[in-house]
């Protein structure tokens, strides 16, 4: 583990960037090429250690997957197709990758094995083993089957119907991607929306999933055909970028190509909500996933109340809302966000922490935290705890700073962001 010295006092962020492919819809590329027949040509891929451990996967499972220059070729052979892995699956930091990784294996008549490093052995994985066990699959792991390492045997799977008891995409995907393997269909009813690059996948693979509402109907036997993905920028990647821009004095920053699927843009919404000076130029090229140019402002911004469905279309952005919040005038209030504890870290203690460390007037709650605005921000030692979100909140977080600011482990980044620092170094006149 380093430290690294980060840049403080800054004004003025100014220039264009582009960011990078959206995490999601870089997983779901690789395992829906994998699970159709022929070829998926995919581009803007992130290159982020999360996404190159779902390929790593997929490899162990015997599909074909060339990488160069954020391009991918995947040779898909079906469900069918993937084979037995004689090694154990190891999925690193991702939740996204074993979470919907056990939705495909739970249909897969052969035995598996998956692992991941010290995060995700404390996150919790009944909420997608339960389900899967329900519709057949025999999965065991530690602590009665609740965490990693976890066994798997599928095949011959019963459909479901399925209320989730939590708002999660990757609970909702999972049971989809078995419900693609049953005999039969599958409902499932979510608590509030969430984020739909599944079911948009299926469509864009040439396959059916009907949807009204929360409830979300999917037929198994469905064959899926290759195609190919433009991996739109990622908005929570762009995030960091638009507070930067909002709260750093005399700044101007253009992101470029960002998704902007409706189930993904709370932040815009808050950002609105809270006075941000934020342009937003939709591309009109037809698409999947819908895009645009984002350009942000400095701003004058006020406190408010984040809470509800909004929740789930901007939950990995509540460490950087945060940030912003600390910079508004008055009190801002994040609740029904009790999902922010089984993430990278329980980000409502890391991102209370850090904060606090920095000299910001924070407090944290049973299901969020409360924000008193405005803050002078002074300098201090930080850690990422490993958290890639927390260690590029407390990175925009330093360039307010008016003394020295230091964080440790700056590489957990990488699983989202590998040029975060080459970005915003080129922002910096
Ligand atoms: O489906 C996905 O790609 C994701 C869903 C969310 O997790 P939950 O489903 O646990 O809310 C999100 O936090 C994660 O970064 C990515
Ligand atoms: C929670 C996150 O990812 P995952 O669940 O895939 O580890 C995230 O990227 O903030």
Redesign the pocket.
Known sequence: MTSLNLKTNIKGLNGKITIPGD??IS?RSVMFGSIAHGETKVTNFLPGEDCLSTISCFRKLGVTIDETDNQLRIIGKGFDGLTEPTEVLDVGNS??TIRLLMGILAGRPFFSSLVGDESIGKRPMTRVTNPLTEMGARIDGRKNGSFTPISLRGGGLQPINYRLPV?????K?AIILAGLQAEGQSTIIEPEE??D?TERMIIRFGGEIHKDNQKIIVKGGQKLTGTTIQVPGDI?SAAFFLVAGAIIPESEIVLKDVGLNPTRTGIIEVMKKMGASLEIVQNDKESFEPSGDLIIKTSKLKGIVIEGDLI?KL??EIPIIALLATQAEGTTIIKDAE?LKV?ETNRIDTVVQELKELGAKIEATEDGMIIYGKSVLSGGTVSSHGDHRIGMMLAIAALLCQSEAKLENPEAISVSYPNFFEHLNSLIK
């Open positions: 995490k999601s997983h939740g996204t708002a999660s995409a990757q609970v995907s969430t984020r690059h929570s789930p939950i990995d999902e993430k």
